[in-house]
């Protein structure tokens, strides 16, 4: 019964270094969904992917960032040349559909720490 | 500009008493209500969920009231539990899907 899965659950990056996050989403769910957590803060929106498509990007910041959902394999978050202020919780979640009775069902997190 | 306010960053409440969450929001095109709960170190947890075309929702403990004119939503648990201790994020969403908006949250504590 496989929920979520996010990997790895803590990253350690310098700046200027890549960060990848990876998300499988739940069994049978094709809607991939990216969030970032800054400390003392709610949830934000990043980016919304369903099977190899990107549906709404516009939470994503303009430069560094981009998120895939391949046909094959995990949803990735890549996040180029790091800075400090990337330092969150990246949470992903996943439905099954967008209607309203397909909620969205989030992983654990991934922490991501800039040196 | 916050488009969804959880005015109470937190609140205590006794075991067996109810607790009222609440949240308010600023655009009447959303549809979609959520409540989610979460764990330190851990991801939200769905509970509960609401369309504009209700007004109130149901789930065991767990109802959810929406007052579209008020654009006011909120949470009750009765009885609470200390089990229930833990922040809440009020989400919300337009076309029934796609991205969530979420309140700061509110930390709920329920002592024994």
């Known amino acids: 019964n496989a929920g979520v899965m996010q990997n790895p659950r803590h990253l350690v990056r310098r700046r200027g270094q890549e960060a990848r996050l990876r998300c499988s989403p739940m069994?049978?769910?094709?809607?991939v969904y990216w969030y970032r957590q800054l400390p003392e803060e709610g949830l934000k929106f990043m980016v919304y992917l369903q099977k190899e498509n990107i549906i709404d990007e516009s939470g994503m910041p303009k430069e560094r960032f981009s998120a895939e959902f391949p046909k094959e394999g995990p949803s990735i978050l890549r996040i180029q040349q790091v800075v400090r202020g990337d330092s969150a919780a990246y949470f992903c979640?996943?439905?099954?559909?967008?209607?309203?009775?397909?909620?969205?069902?989030f992983g654990d997190g991934t922490r991501l720490s800039i040196l | 500009d916050q488009q969804v306010k959880q005015n109470s960053p937190s609140l205590s409440v006794q075991e067996g008493r109810i607790s009222i969450l609440n949240c308010d929001y600023t655009n009447s095109m959303f549809d979609y209500f959520l409540w989610y709960k979460k764990y330190p170190a851990e991801g939200p947890t769905f509970l509960i969920s609401i369309s504009s075309i209700k007004d109130k929702n149901e789930d065991g403990r767990f109802t959810v009231f929406l007052n579209k004119s008020a654009k006011h939503l909120s949470l009750h648990i009765v009885p609470s539990q200390p089990g229930d201790s833990a922040v809440y994020f009020c989400a919300v969403s337009y076309n029934q899907g796609g991205k969530l908006i979420f309140g700061q949250g509110t930390e709920l504590s329920v002592k024994p």
């Open positions: 979640a996943s439905s099954l559909g967008v209607n309203s009775n397909q909620p969205q069902h």
């Open positions: 069994k049978g769910h094709s809607h």
